[in-house]
């Protein structure tokens, strides 16, 4: 059996923290989802709060957007790193679907959420 | 157009000065002084990533900067000069004078730094600088976002 991928997701404000406990609410709490936020962080320290989240093992970094110090350090931190992958623009459907979804590589995993994530924004 | 805005901010390129600064002065143009930065051209596609088509961005090290800031303030496109470190900014004022501003937009927490301000933390030797560059005639205050009051530099001690 493959390695439970951790999510980290990291925004502005306490933006990552309310997806982590909507996500957590629907789906049940767990410990596939740890957030980050950037709040009076410079990048060094963004990319710390980053380390300590995902840890050495496969992990997939979801960010609010695609730029920024969020972005920046996770870019940072991810590079060299095989077993870890970012994806931006995060919302919630993306993220239900990654705690359903644990063991698959980190690589699959980013273009799996990429595809719900988008999935999910229409005008209905 | 003179420069707008010199900055100091760790961060560089990011929401507060794309879209907090960027919008209200209708910025066209960011300059990012960073020698580490001139040397990495992936770092330098991660700044670009987070600016719009409408704002063009020109990453150089210090020296390439001190040659170019006569050029920029020259420019008819208002623009932002962006330094992540206090002794960059300091060492581009004096090379290429006159700067009126400097802005301190946000230096987080590093060994050796405390606490100014909740965006503004600096070290004694930081400070020192700044305190010199503010005698040669340069303003200095800190102001993370256009809607909050600058604070000067006398109050950060």
């Known amino acids: ?124 | 157009m003179p420069v707008l805005s010199y900055r100091i901010d760790d961060r560089l390129v990011h929401g507060q000065v794309v879209i907090g600064w960027g919008k209200p002065m209708n910025i066209e143009f960011i300059a990012l002084v960073d020698d580490a930065v001139a040397e990495s051209e992936w770092e330098q596609e991660l700044y670009r990533m987070g600016v719009p088509t409408e704002i063009a961005l020109e990453c150089c090290s210090l020296a390439q900067a001190a040659e170019r800031t006569p050029g920029w303030r020259a420019d008819a496109r208002p623009s932002i000069v962006l330094t992540a470190e206090v002794a960059t900014m300091v060492a581009l004022c004096r090379a290429a004078p006159p700067v009126e501003r400097v802005v301190l937009g946000g230096l987080h927490h590093k060994p050796g730094r405390t606490a100014r301000l909740p965006y503004v933390y600096l070290t004694g030797e930081e400070l020192q600088l700044l305190e010199a560059l503010a005698a040669e005639g340069v303003k200095i205050e800190a102001q993370d976002l256009p809607t909050t009051p600058p604070v000067p530099l006398s109050a950060l001690r």
């Not at chain 1, 059996?1 to 049940?28: D, F, K, N, Q, W």
């Not at chain 1, 936020?37 to 957007?65: H, W, Y």
């Not at chain 1, 690589?107 to 799996?112: K, M």
């Open chain 1, 1 to 124: 059996m493959s390695e439970v991928a951790r999510g980290v997701v990291i925004a502005h404000g306490s933006l990552a923290a309310a997806l982590v406990e909507a996500a957590e609410r629907i789906g049940g709490p767990g410990e596939g989802l740890v957030a980050v936020s950037n709040t009076e962080c410079g990048r060094e320290q963004i990319e710390a709060k980053i380390a300590a989240a995902a840890g050495d093992g496969p992990a997939v970094l979801f960010v609010d957007m695609p730029c920024g110090s969020c972005f920046f350090a996770a870019m940072h931190f991810a590079r060299g790193r095989e077993q870890v992958r970012v994806v931006t623009g995060v919302n919630l459907p993306m993220l239900l679907d990654f705690v359903n979804h644990p063991t698959l590589p980190p690589a699959e995993s980013a273009i799996r959420a990429t595809t719900k994530g988008a999935e999910a924004i229409r005008h209905p």
